[in-house]
């Protein structure tokens, strides 16, 4: 992992990405009153090059950020087309932005295993009957119906800001 001090010239010590990435699994979010209350966003790029940025319900597992979506919304045929993507999130004293490329998952295991993931933070998802995708009682009615695909986001690089003391700006290329 290459780490770039991106706060060096102000005096700001670099960022622990093991102390980021522990947050992230922890699912950690910032107060609900917070000035930076927790919203994950995700980047994609439609077909004429502008991005497209919406709130998904993404999860950080195994290293990875994971969202889901109909084949028929923007996001779902913009990685389609374009896998680079990003992930931008809040965390108790931070930002997070990740950049990647989406990949869906078609292998049923781990599609159980995902779902199973989400099930246990509190949305019921499940392995649709077809295995190709996953389903619950309920999602954002712009998601279509189920089954919805899954998609892997493995980090590239991540920028981290930190808003508490000491405080930094760090760019991590994985």
Not at 31 to 51: C, F
Not at 98 to 116: F, H, M, W, Y
Request: proline residues 9%; contains cysteine; glycine residues 10%.
């Amino acid at each position: 992992m290459e780490i770039i001090n991106l706060g060096e010239a102000e005096g700001l010590p670099p960022v622990s990405w093991g102390a980021v990435a522990d947050k992230l699994t922890a699912r950690a979010a910032p107060a609900r009153d917070a000035h930076n209350a927790r919203t994950t966003w995700l980047s994609t790029l439609n077909e004429d090059g502008s991005p497209h940025v919406t709130a998904v319900g993404a999860m950080w597992l195994d290293d990875a950020f994971w969202f889901q979506t109909g084949s028929g919304t923007r996001k779902g045929r913009n990685v389609t087309r374009d896998p680079r993507c990003s992930i931008a999130l809040s965390i108790p004293e931070g930002d997070v932005v990740v950049e990647g490329d989406a990949a869906q998952v078609t292998e049923p295991g781990v599609l159980a295993r995902i779902a199973q993931a989400w099930a246990d933070d509190g949305w019921p998802a499940e392995l649709d009957k077809s295995e190709t995708g996953i389903t619950a009682p309920f999602n954002a009615p712009s998601q279509g119906p189920p089954p919805w695909n899954v998609y892997r986001i493995e980090p590239r690089s991540a920028t981290v800001v930190l808003a508490t003391e000491p405080g930094g700006l760090t760019r991590f290329r994985f």
